[in-house]
């Protein structure tokens, strides 16, 4: 298929498109002329009266809605705040009570470590009296 033989048909599809196109045009300028342009108007009125009650619902709604969500938004701050100060304190309370039972830990296995040792040395020193004997 050739480059100009290409060319002829798309030039002929869109020549029909327009002509497609151009007929619905002109109904529709049929209808406006024949006083569907009245009806028209009315529709178009009758929509702005709507879209005006609708605004007007959504400004109130939006007035009354938006300011009771930012309250609860408010205190939902406060709360987190909150929250957040008392998860501190526990992390405080519980570094506490870990290093506590630490230390208790280390002091227990010192008296263990001497008790180990003092009788440890009470063994050698037996041990030598027993040979001695």
Request: proline fraction near 1%; aromatic fraction near 0%; include cysteine.
């Amino acid at each position: 298929m050739s480059i100009a033989l290409l060319a002829n048909v798309l030039t002929i599809i869109l020549c029909m498109a327009v002509l497609v196109q151009s007929v619905r045009m002109m109904k529709s300028l049929r209808t406006v002329k024949d006083g569907a342009l009245t009806q028209v108007v009315e529709a178009l009125q009758v929509a702005t009266v709507q879209a005006r009650a609708v605004l007007s619902d959504m400004k109130h709604t939006l007035g009354t809605d938006c300011a009771r969500h930012a309250q609860l938004v408010e205190r939902a701050r406060e709360l987190r705040d909150e929250l957040s100060l008392m998860t501190g304190l526990a992390d405080s309370a519980a570094e506490r009570i870990v290093s506590a039972v630490g230390m208790a830990n280390a002091q227990r296995h010192a008296r263990e470590d001497a008790e180990t040792v003092e009788t440890d040395s009470e063994g050698e020193t037996a041990a030598p009296v027993a040979e001695a004997a």
